[in-house]
């Protein structure tokens, strides 16, 4: 049947690691039809978002128009990659889904029933992993990498969107959320990581 798995966290948490690591564990097993994926796209609607968070100074006045490009170019993804895949019975790991509206596009001042709302009748993952890690730990890892060059860095805005992962959970309480605790070593993070995408490709 497939299985739809998402990873999402601050940016710094750590979930690009998790990610490949997980594509090569599972390919390392009897697994040969994994899929890797991620929103914002490469494709239209995506890289006009990518273009536009890597020009603008201030996004936060453009909020609006933002969530209408999320929305769409997530429709995109799930209509043309990850339903297509799942019918091939793909394992999909995807990076960012509509947590990360929820999250993100509330620190720029959407209300959050309204993301909410949006995304009611969206594909819902079989499990979601939410990287959850201290912001001043991500800043540390992101000028570490120094590949980030977005706006969201900022310490009071990731401080925000991290509150609202947290509540994430309890928001959507009938979805597969698990919270990791990513402030750990990499290969602590990723034992957590394997035991939950255990769990739901037993299921
Ligand atoms: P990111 O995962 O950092 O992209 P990559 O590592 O592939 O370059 O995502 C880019 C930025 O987009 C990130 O700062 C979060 C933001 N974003 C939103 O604000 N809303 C969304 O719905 C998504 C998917 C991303």
Known sequence: MGCFIVFEGIDGC??????????????????????????????????????????????????KIMLSLYIEDRKEHVEKVIKPALRLNSIILCDRYKYST????????????????????????DLVLVLDVDVEIAMARMSLERK?????????????????YLEIPKLLPDENIKVIDANRSTDEVFDSVKREISKVLKD
């Open 102 to 125: 929820m999250c993100y596009q509330h620190a720029q001042g959407i209300p959050i029933e309204k993301i909410i709302v949006a995304h009611k009748r969206m594909l819902v993952p």
């Open 148 to 164: 980030k060059k977005e706006k969201f860095e900022h310490r009071d805005f990731l401080k925000e969107i991290r509150e609202t």
């Open 14 to 63: 750590g979930k690009g690691t998790m990610l490949s690591l997980a594509a090569k564990w599972l390919f390392s097993m009897e697994f040969d039809n994994i899929l890797l994926t991620r929103e914002p796209t490469y494709s239209g609607i995506g890289k006009q978002i990518r273009s536009i968070l890597k020009s603008d100074t201030n996004p936060i006045e453009k909020a």
